[in-house]
């Protein structure tokens, strides 16, 4: 089965991408598809603006994009919940520097879901 991984990235994107370390003020994401635990594609996308939405913009843009796992360094709880409300699991990637390092955590199962301990408030 495919999943879509989206990672909050720094320019230009792509697996050797420095993580971007608040999901909703990256500059751009990178999605990741990864199937029978190897990464078949990888796509690069723009974040949007907060101005509509606020911090849930990005989590609808995200589902809309096919995302069912999200990794990131940080997070409010209120899209935390937006992500669990639209069936997207997020994890926690902290200690990741590059995109392709936290995906092949996230395939290998060394990734901690994301709880209230890892919101920014």
Known sequence: MKTIVAIPSTNPGGLEAP?????GHCDLYTLVSVENGEIVSVQVVPN???SQGGCMAPVQY?????AKALIAGGMGLRPLMGFNQVGIEVYYGGE?????DAVNAFVAGKLPQFGQEHTCG
């Open 19 to 23: 993580l971007g370390a608040h999901f």
């Open 48 to 50: 949007v603006p907060h």
């Open 62 to 66: 995200l589902a809309e994009k096919g």
């Open 96 to 100: 990741s520097v590059k995109v392709g």
